[in-house]
């Protein structure tokens, strides 16, 4: 073979054999077999391996199995493109949060949460594509000896990371996804809610915490029985204060709710104070944002009141239970309202009267 010079600036011999075939000179002495062609109007130049470590007849059968995929319409470097592109599982997180998980999940924090806490200390720095299947079974193994429920919703996130990467085009077409056949921990119906003898240690707990948003969020959970970000996100905007109703207009179900309000609820409004420049109701440290993490400070209020096996979502579970054992039906009316704030009001000494009133 004659590799022929033809004033190439990047001082590239193309073969006289195989087209779009040369060896290229680098100012270092190096040298390295190049392959050139156009697929879908896009000129490329591909890299196929170092002299020396490839003879020429190596370098020629590989020249000549990669233009087989030229004529196939097929680039041939696309793979490394997406590779190149994928990048480490912490841009992976970065692109799930803003293209899927912001735009389209009203729980999209938790993700956030779990990231940072779990997933992004355990294979942040790694390439994305370099996590396997195994790495990911320890990891979901490792977590599930204390929780398991908490592994399954890591291994659940993920398994829509990995896929969404895929669809982007940020991971090959061909690249396996490493949660396919992970079991999950079996997970057992949890039912749990503060009972009528707990209520009055909880209710000297909240009244112990400083923040009066805190104390506001754990009442007001109990009061209407809303979801967790639902009620950090509400605005004072969606009070009527004529109606006495909470009128959320985007909710898990995607329809708008409009909620009643028990004088209870009202007091305790009525007494947050308010901060200028921010519309939330319950107001957390950043500027102008809400509260957004309750999990410390809950974990002290059932630590002090000796529930430590209550969750946040069971203050909503005990809302049902009340429902329930009133006899109407799992929807918050006003009827229920005022019987499930009379239970509270029942185990309210004076000085928590007192306090709802001057939050």
């Known amino acids: 073979m004659i590799f022929e010079d033809r004033g190439n600036t990047k001082d590239i011999r193309w073969s006289n054999k195989i087209k779009g075939f040369g060896i290229r000179l680098y100012s270092s002495g190096n040298k390295s077999f190049v392959l050139s062609y156009r697929v879908n109007n896009r000129k490329?130049?591909?890299?196929?391996?170092?002299?020396?470590?490839?003879?020429?007849?190596?370098?020629?059968?590989?020249?000549?199995?990669?233009?087989?995929?030229?004529?196939?319409?097929?680039?041939?470097?696309?793979g490394r493109d997406i590779r190149r592109k994928a990048g480490s599982f912490a841009q992976l997180a970065d692109d799930y949060l803003e293209r899927y998980a912001k735009p389209r999940k009203k729980t999209w924090e938790q993700d956030q949460a779990r990231l940072k806490k779990h997933l992004l200390p355990k294979f942040g720095t790694l390439p994305a594509l370099s996590i396997t299947h195994n790495d990911i079974a320890k990891f979901h193994s490792k977590i599930g000896k204390t929780r398991p429920y908490e592994a399954n919703r890591l291994i659940e996130l993920l398994a829509v990371m990995f896929k969404k990467g895929i669809v982007w085009g940020l991971l090959p077409d061909d690249f396996k996804n490493p949660v396919l056949n992970i079991e999950a921990f079996k997970e057992h119906k949890r039912d749990r809610w503060v009972t009528p003898e707990e209520l009055p240690r909880l209710a000297e707990s909240i009244d112990q915490e400083q923040c009066p948003y805190v104390r506001?969020?754990?009442?007001?959970?109990?009061?209407?029985?809303?979801?967790?970000?639902?009620?950090?996100?509400?605005?004072?905007?969606?009070?009527?204060?004529?109606?006495?109703?909470?009128?959320?207009?985007?909710?898990?179900?995607?329809k708008p709710l409009h909620l009643p309000l028990s004088s209870e609820a009202i007091t305790l409004l009525e007494g947050l104070p308010r901060l200028e420049n921010n519309p939330y109701i319950l107001v957390g440290i950043k500027e102008g944002q809400h509260l957004v993490n309750i999990n410390k400070p809950w974990g002290r209020i059932r630590a002090r009141a000796k529930v430590d096996d209550v969750r946040l979502h069971d203050l909503r579970r005990t809302v049902g239970s009340w429902l329930a054992q009133?006899?109407?039906?799992?929807?918050?009316?006003?009827?229920?309202?005022?019987?499930?704030?009379?239970?509270?009001q029942k185990f309210m000494p004076d000085s928590r009267k007192i306090m709802l009133e001057t939050l």
């Open 44 to 78: 490329r130049l591909m890299v196929l391996g170092d002299f020396g470590v490839l003879t020429v007849s190596q370098a020629e059968d590989k020249a000549r199995k990669e233009l087989s995929k030229v004529i196939d319409n097929i680039d041939p470097m696309e």
């Open 216 to 254: 506001g969020a754990i009442w007001l959970y109990l009061l209407t029985g809303l979801r967790k970000n639902e009620l950090l996100s509400a605005k004072w905007e969606y009070i009527d204060w004529d109606r006495k109703e909470l009128n959320l207009p985007d909710t898990k179900s995607g």
């Open 326 to 344: 009133s006899g109407n039906s799992l929807h918050l009316s006003v009827k229920f309202l005022i019987t499930a704030t009379a239970q509270l």
